[in-house]
């Protein structure tokens, strides 16, 4: 469908043709949803054998009583797994509770009202402060600046990762920009993960910026691989070692989409000075996470090799609910100019744009034919898309014939949108 | 032992032989330690059944499947358990993590930094608010109000509890206190259980103070109790509702000391009001609580009875701990003016007050002969008690026999302390 070159004529035959499609699939009644990026009941059976896995021995190697009070950086055997997630050495590690959301907020609060290097650190002795958010990008990220009052600036995702021209300009032009949201491996929602130079040239924004910067680097999806030739993430920890900027970037990881999603294990990976900085703060609003659910996963992936093997069974359950999705696109929009997208090789998203102008009406068309999307917007600061184009597909929970009954609707509603659009104009 | 009525050549003998004994124990080499507030690794033992305790089937009665995302104010399983635990309806309980603490601070900051009664009623629009602190307390409470700048102004404790003519004349004339820090039932470290009147006061305090007044009702030992004929706590929520004044208290309570201590569930208790304020600022930093280990202690006690007999248990092992500390105190101090203690009947703290300005003394000599006792003034904001008299004692991690041991070097330094001062006087 090259709705450029069409006479109204075609336009016309179009819309009508879709229309009677689009509602014939209405009045079957579906009831499908592409908004959950979660993990499927299949998935979170892969780790079921938790529950047990102790038989009542609550000691960790290290002679940790994990019933107990206390160990506010998480016990040894945690932070050695944060370490096979992260790539980071486990001394630069603390294993948390079960949310690395939780973590960030925690970081994000820390710095703004505490300072991570003292109180005169404080972000919030600053008026007017920014984060730099690449976009499209992760709700939740977000609302945390939102609710703290951060004024969110938009920089463009590319293939590569962030725009890094635009970010590096905006840093040197303002040194109220006190930090970065990153998603670094299969980019929520792009799915994009960042170049070696991307990497690079944001261990190096530290250089440029005003004092306490920070990166937000949120590797949910670090080992979250869909094929064996996955692209690599080149090593931030490394990057800022080469750079002198260790204390400039924060990272998180999780293995809530590794075993069960709300009763995983959160880790930060930090300097010395901001692992520091971090638990004099914590430590007078915890006494220390849940141990023995941190022993639990120690031991569930104590076997070398075990967490790898592991991840290939989740993308042996979701790979065909991204090649459905994938398949569905390109057959739709894989010669015309109606939509965008990027194949992601992992992460839990795919992410799409329409044409200008169209991704509320697309996803209302959507809703009204029974399919569930995340509502336009959702995906930048303020739930406001200046270009109302993107939309994020979420296709891991529903079952492959759901998703590919979701996506036909879904395609259908693009071109149903598209073609109303060419003839409005 | 009179000093009141003793000659100095009596004290002088006392004096030496005291030493004398006093040397022969630092001589002993003991390595003793009564400052530890968390249960023993017996008491841990009763709960190790909740491994494994799921057979694998993750979904609570409800069909929630505990392994996903979700659920802000914990399983309906979960929230029931703490009405047990609270005597307060399932309908105002959210059931949340690993700590009451981290309860206590998340409602803590949402009332100082974003406001329980939406953003203007954000405790830090105001400048030099304060807190009623009944001391002595707890040192964690304090670190809070400390961390955020809230002046906590000391109110002393009787047997009853707070003295409330005292609390109601400051809060009358000063509309800058925001709320008061209460441990209700064996209140920590001090054992005294509020009276009746004393919680219908407390209800009532919201009638006289500012707006925006808060409670943390802090019921760490709501069911810890040491004997059968246990005191009865009167129920605050029955009081405000009584009183008018529900939004006014926020309760906390958790399974820390009936289960795990650092992996248990914590719950809290308010108006609607005051959980649908805290909502909104929680729902920004956390997907939700563990359910999980909801879902394992819900099964632990699902049989009716089954949390009294178990809190029976943890009675059987500690009691012992407390009555050789109290025989010991009694024998000691029964018949002079050398030290005042409550006779507590649960809780996990006897709280010992020597003769003015001699607990760091206290501390420091019963160190230098091995036993740990917690630092003088840590029982009182910003770690100084005026009289410099409260010594903490925490008898449940040492065995009865270690108990004992160190038990007869406290008094004894107690009494060489007290001999010393009047041969100073």
């Known amino acids: 469908m090259q709705l450029a070159n069409a006479s109204r004529e075609q336009l016309q035959q179009w819309e009508q043709a879709l229309s009677a499609e689009y509602n014939a699939i209405k009045a079957e009644g579906l009831n499908l949803d592409l908004t959950r990026g979660k993990p499927s009941a299949e998935q979170l059976s892969l780790s079921d054998a938790l529950d047990g896995i102790l038989q009542h021995n609550y000691i960790t190697d290290s002679g940790i009583d994990t019933r107990n009070y206390g160990g506010l950086e998480g016990t040894p055997e945690a932070r050695a797994l944060g370490e096979q997630l992260m790539g980071v050495p486990a001394a630069q590690i603390m294993a948390g509770g079960n949310s690395s959301l939780t973590l960030m907020y925690q970081l994000m609060t820390t710095a703004f009202f505490f300072g991570l290097e003292g109180a005169d650190s404080a972000w919030n002795k600053e008026e007017g402060i920014k984060f730099l958010c690449p976009v499209p990008g992760y709700d939740r990220h977000f609302s945390i600046c939102e609710q703290l009052g951060i004024e969110m600036v938009n920089i463009p995702m590319t293939s590569n990762g962030p725009d890094m021209d635009a970010a590096e300009a905006l840093i040197k032009a303002d040194s109220s920009i006190k930090g970065m949201w990153c998603v670094p491996k299969y980019s929520n929602p ?4 960042y170049s070696k130079d991307v990497v690079k040239r944001i261990a190096n924004l530290a250089k440029i910026a005003g004092k306490g910067f920070r990166v937000f680097w949120d590797n949910a999806y670090a080992i979250h691989d869909l094929s064996e030739n996955a692209p690599q993430l080149a090593s931030i920890w490394e990057a800022t070692k080469a750079a002198g900027t260790t204390d400039s970037v924060l990272q998180f990881a999780s293995t809530s989409k590794i075993t069960h999603a709300g009763a995983g294990v959160a880790f930060l990976a930090a300097s010395d000075a901001n692992l520091n900085g971090f638990k004099k703060v914590l430590g007078i609003q915890t006494i220390g996470p849940d141990k023995i659910n941190q ?24 790979k065909p609910r991204f090649e459905s999705v994938l398949k569905h696109l390109e057959e739709a929009f894989g010669d015309n100019a109606l939509g965008q997208w990027e194949s992601a090789d992992g992460g839990y998203f795919i992410s799409f744009d329409t044409q200008e102008g169209l991704a509320k009406k697309v ?4 809703g009204q034919a029974g399919v569930k999307l995340t509502p336009a917007g959702a995906t930048f600061p303020y739930g406001k898309d200046p270009q109302d184009s993107n939309i994020r597909i979420a296709p891991t929970v529903p079952s492959v014939e759901q998703v590919d009954a979701a996506m036909k609707v879904f395609v259908l509603c693009v071109k149903l949108a598209s073609v109303q659009k060419a003839l409005a104009a």
């Open 190 to 193: 792009t799915g994009v993960v």
């Open 295 to 318: 022993l639990r996963h120690a031991k569930f992936f104590a076997v070398p090799g075990s967490l790898n093997a592991h991840m290939q069974k989740h993308a042996e359950i979701i």
């Open 363 to 366: 996803v209302a068309l959507a």
